[in-house]
Protein backbone atom coordinates (compact mmCIF):
# COMPACT_ATOMS: atom_id res chain seq x y z
CA UNK A 1 0.00 0.00 0.00
CA UNK A 2 1.24 3.11 -0.48
CA UNK A 3 1.29 6.88 0.97
CA UNK A 4 -1.33 7.85 -1.73
CA UNK A 5 -3.49 4.96 -0.75
CA UNK A 6 -3.67 5.91 2.81
CA UNK A 7 -4.45 9.86 2.16
CA UNK A 8 -7.34 8.25 -0.14
CA UNK A 9 -8.48 5.91 2.69
CA UNK A 10 -8.30 8.68 5.26
CA UNK A 11 -10.30 11.47 3.16
CA UNK A 12 -12.86 8.66 2.03
CA UNK A 13 -13.44 7.83 6.01
CA UNK A 14 -13.55 11.33 7.10
CA UNK A 15 -16.47 11.86 4.05
CA UNK A 16 -18.23 9.13 5.47
CA UNK A 17 -17.97 10.53 8.80
CA UNK A 18 -19.48 13.79 7.97
CA UNK A 19 -15.87 15.20 9.17
CA UNK A 20 -14.47 18.75 7.66
CA UNK A 21 -11.45 17.36 4.38
CA UNK A 22 -8.03 17.13 6.28
CA UNK A 23 -9.53 17.48 10.13
CA UNK A 24 -7.41 14.44 10.17
CA UNK A 25 -3.55 14.40 10.51
CA UNK A 26 -1.67 11.52 9.28
CA UNK A 27 1.57 10.83 11.22
CA UNK A 28 3.55 8.36 9.63
CA UNK A 29 5.14 6.55 11.71
CA UNK A 30 8.62 5.68 10.73
CA UNK A 31 10.02 3.92 14.24
CA UNK A 32 12.42 1.22 12.74
CA UNK A 33 12.32 1.83 9.52
CA UNK A 34 15.54 2.11 6.63
CA UNK A 35 16.19 5.93 6.01
CA UNK A 36 15.75 5.01 2.69
CA UNK A 37 12.53 4.26 2.93
CA UNK A 38 11.73 7.15 5.35
CA UNK A 39 13.51 9.64 2.44
CA UNK A 40 11.00 8.23 -0.03
CA UNK A 41 7.82 9.40 1.95
CA UNK A 42 9.56 12.42 2.26
CA UNK A 43 10.36 13.34 -1.39
CA UNK A 44 6.44 12.52 -1.67
CA UNK A 45 5.97 15.72 -0.30
CA UNK A 46 4.68 14.35 3.90
CA UNK A 47 6.36 16.18 6.42
CA UNK A 48 4.54 14.91 9.90
CA UNK A 49 6.31 11.53 11.05
CA UNK A 50 6.39 9.54 14.38
CA UNK A 51 8.88 7.81 16.48
CA UNK A 52 9.14 5.26 19.31
CA UNK A 53 12.68 5.79 20.55
CA UNK A 54 14.25 9.23 21.56
CA UNK A 55 17.72 8.16 20.51
CA UNK A 56 17.02 6.96 17.16
CA UNK A 57 14.74 10.16 16.95
CA UNK A 58 17.99 12.16 17.71
CA UNK A 59 20.18 10.20 14.97
CA UNK A 60 17.71 10.65 12.12
CA UNK A 61 15.61 13.85 12.41
CA UNK A 62 18.17 16.69 12.42
CA UNK A 63 19.91 15.66 9.40
CA UNK A 64 16.52 15.17 7.60
CA UNK A 65 15.63 18.94 8.84
CA UNK A 66 18.39 20.10 7.23
CA UNK A 67 17.76 18.02 4.29
CA UNK A 68 14.27 18.57 3.48
CA UNK A 69 13.26 21.39 5.46
CA UNK A 70 10.70 21.78 8.11
CA UNK A 71 9.48 18.29 9.47
CA UNK A 72 6.46 17.82 12.88
CA UNK A 73 8.30 15.19 14.42
CA UNK A 74 5.51 13.22 17.27
CA UNK A 75 6.90 10.91 20.08
CA UNK A 76 4.89 8.31 20.32
CA UNK A 77 6.52 5.81 22.47
CA UNK A 78 7.00 5.61 25.80
CA UNK A 79 9.48 8.53 27.25
CA UNK A 80 11.38 7.74 29.65
CA UNK A 81 11.93 10.67 32.23
CA UNK A 82 15.71 10.77 31.95
CA UNK A 83 14.94 11.34 27.98
CA UNK A 84 12.45 14.09 28.71
CA UNK A 85 14.76 16.94 28.13
CA UNK A 86 16.40 15.47 24.96
CA UNK A 87 12.59 14.26 24.00
CA UNK A 88 11.17 18.68 24.21
CA UNK A 89 13.87 19.85 22.20
CA UNK A 90 13.32 17.24 19.35
CA UNK A 91 10.04 16.37 19.18
CA UNK A 92 6.82 19.04 18.38
CA UNK A 93 4.48 16.67 20.01
CA UNK A 94 4.87 14.10 22.60
CA UNK A 95 1.46 11.25 22.93
CA UNK A 96 2.84 9.48 25.78
CA UNK A 97 2.31 11.62 29.09
CA UNK A 98 1.64 8.26 31.16
CA UNK A 99 2.35 9.97 34.78
CA UNK A 100 2.98 12.09 37.36
CA UNK A 101 6.70 12.01 37.46
CA UNK A 102 6.88 12.71 33.54
CA UNK A 103 4.27 15.53 34.09
CA UNK A 104 6.55 16.96 36.69
CA UNK A 105 9.82 17.28 35.09
CA UNK A 106 7.70 18.35 31.46
CA UNK A 107 6.54 21.02 33.49
CA UNK A 108 9.77 22.48 34.62
CA UNK A 109 11.42 21.97 31.52
CA UNK A 110 8.68 23.91 29.92
CA UNK A 111 9.14 26.33 32.65
CA UNK A 112 12.80 26.64 31.25
CA UNK A 113 12.46 26.93 27.95
CA UNK A 114 9.36 28.86 27.78
CA UNK A 115 8.29 26.74 25.45
CA UNK A 116 6.63 22.91 25.52
CA UNK A 117 6.07 20.51 22.81
CA UNK A 118 2.06 19.40 21.91
CA UNK A 119 0.76 17.01 24.92
CA UNK A 120 -1.38 14.09 24.96
CA UNK A 121 -2.34 11.83 28.04
CA UNK A 122 -1.74 8.33 26.86
CA UNK A 123 -4.78 6.08 28.38
CA UNK A 124 -4.81 2.13 29.46
CA UNK A 125 -8.18 1.90 28.22
CA UNK A 126 -8.03 -1.80 28.50
CA UNK A 127 -6.64 -1.24 31.80
CA UNK A 128 -3.82 -3.78 30.62
CA UNK A 129 -0.91 -4.12 33.62
CA UNK A 130 1.71 -4.79 31.01
CA UNK A 131 1.03 -1.16 29.20
CA UNK A 132 1.69 2.07 30.20
CA UNK A 133 -1.04 4.79 29.94
CA UNK A 134 -3.33 6.30 33.07
CA UNK A 135 -6.10 3.92 33.84
CA UNK A 136 -9.69 5.36 32.63
CA UNK A 137 -10.91 5.79 36.10
CA UNK A 138 -7.77 7.96 36.80
CA UNK A 139 -7.31 10.06 33.92
CA UNK A 140 -9.65 13.40 34.82
CA UNK A 141 -7.62 13.18 38.20
CA UNK A 142 -4.58 13.41 36.05
CA UNK A 143 -5.55 15.73 33.28
CA UNK A 144 -6.43 18.38 36.23
CA UNK A 145 -3.23 17.52 37.81
CA UNK A 146 -1.29 18.16 34.63
CA UNK A 147 -3.32 21.70 34.02
CA UNK A 148 -2.41 22.50 37.67
CA UNK A 149 1.46 22.07 36.76
CA UNK A 150 0.50 24.56 33.75
CA UNK A 151 1.27 21.96 31.07
CA UNK A 152 -0.82 22.75 28.00
CA UNK A 153 -2.82 19.68 26.75
CA UNK A 154 -3.70 19.01 23.81
CA UNK A 155 -6.03 15.48 23.75
CA UNK A 156 -5.76 12.00 24.94
CA UNK A 157 -3.96 8.78 23.25
CA UNK A 158 -4.62 5.47 23.22
CA UNK A 159 -3.45 1.86 22.12
CA UNK A 160 -6.17 -0.50 22.65
CA UNK A 161 -5.47 -4.35 23.49
CA UNK A 162 -4.50 -6.46 20.65
CA UNK A 163 -6.92 -8.65 19.33
CA UNK A 164 -9.88 -6.46 20.62
CA UNK A 165 -12.59 -4.86 18.97
CA UNK A 166 -11.04 -0.98 18.32
CA UNK A 167 -13.96 0.69 18.46
CA UNK A 168 -15.08 0.44 22.38
CA UNK A 169 -11.49 1.97 23.23
CA UNK A 170 -12.08 4.79 20.60
CA UNK A 171 -15.79 5.73 22.16
CA UNK A 172 -14.32 5.66 25.69
CA UNK A 173 -11.20 7.60 24.42
CA UNK A 174 -13.53 10.75 22.85
CA UNK A 175 -15.83 10.47 25.64
CA UNK A 176 -13.16 11.39 27.95
CA UNK A 177 -11.67 13.93 25.72
CA UNK A 178 -15.18 15.55 25.66
CA UNK A 179 -15.68 15.73 29.47
CA UNK A 180 -12.44 16.87 29.70
CA UNK A 181 -12.19 19.99 26.96
CA UNK A 182 -9.39 18.41 24.63
CA UNK A 183 -9.92 18.25 21.09
CA UNK A 184 -7.16 15.97 20.61
CA UNK A 185 -7.60 12.60 19.89
CA UNK A 186 -4.72 10.65 18.88
CA UNK A 187 -5.49 7.20 18.13
CA UNK A 188 -6.22 4.75 15.33
CA UNK A 189 -3.23 2.88 13.49
CA UNK A 190 -2.74 0.83 9.98
CA UNK A 191 -5.72 -1.86 10.88
CA UNK A 192 -8.09 0.37 12.42
CA UNK A 193 -7.36 3.95 11.48
CA UNK A 194 -10.86 4.43 9.67
CA UNK A 195 -12.65 3.06 12.49
CA UNK A 196 -10.82 6.02 14.24
CA UNK A 197 -11.38 8.56 12.47
CA UNK A 198 -15.25 7.60 12.70
CA UNK A 199 -14.92 7.99 16.30
CA UNK A 200 -13.89 11.56 16.15
CA UNK A 201 -9.54 10.83 15.59
CA UNK A 202 -7.76 13.94 14.74
CA UNK A 203 -4.36 11.98 14.76
CA UNK A 204 -3.95 8.14 12.77
CA UNK A 205 -0.46 6.63 13.27
CA UNK A 206 0.40 4.50 10.35
CA UNK A 207 3.24 2.46 9.87
CA UNK A 208 3.40 -0.63 8.30
CA UNK A 209 0.42 0.08 5.88
CA UNK A 210 3.09 2.77 4.27
CA UNK A 211 6.73 1.80 4.96
CA UNK A 212 6.41 -1.70 4.51
CA UNK A 213 6.92 -4.31 7.38
CA UNK A 214 9.68 -3.27 9.80
CA UNK A 215 12.82 -5.33 10.47
CA UNK A 216 13.64 -5.09 13.86
CA UNK A 217 16.65 -7.57 13.60
CA UNK A 218 18.22 -4.46 11.34
CA UNK A 219 16.94 -1.26 13.53
Given at each position: MSLTDIRSRIAAAEKAAGREPGSVTLIAVSKVQPLERVEA???EGHRVFGENYVQEAAGKWPALRDRFGPVTVHMIGPL???KAKVAVELFDAIHTLDRPSL???LARLADARGACPVLFVQVNTGSEPQKAGI???DTDKFIADCRGLGLPLTGLMCIPPEGEDSRPHFALLAEMALRNDLTGLSMGMSA???AA????ATHVRVGSAIFGARDYDKG
Open positions: VLGQTNAEKLPEDFEIAHG
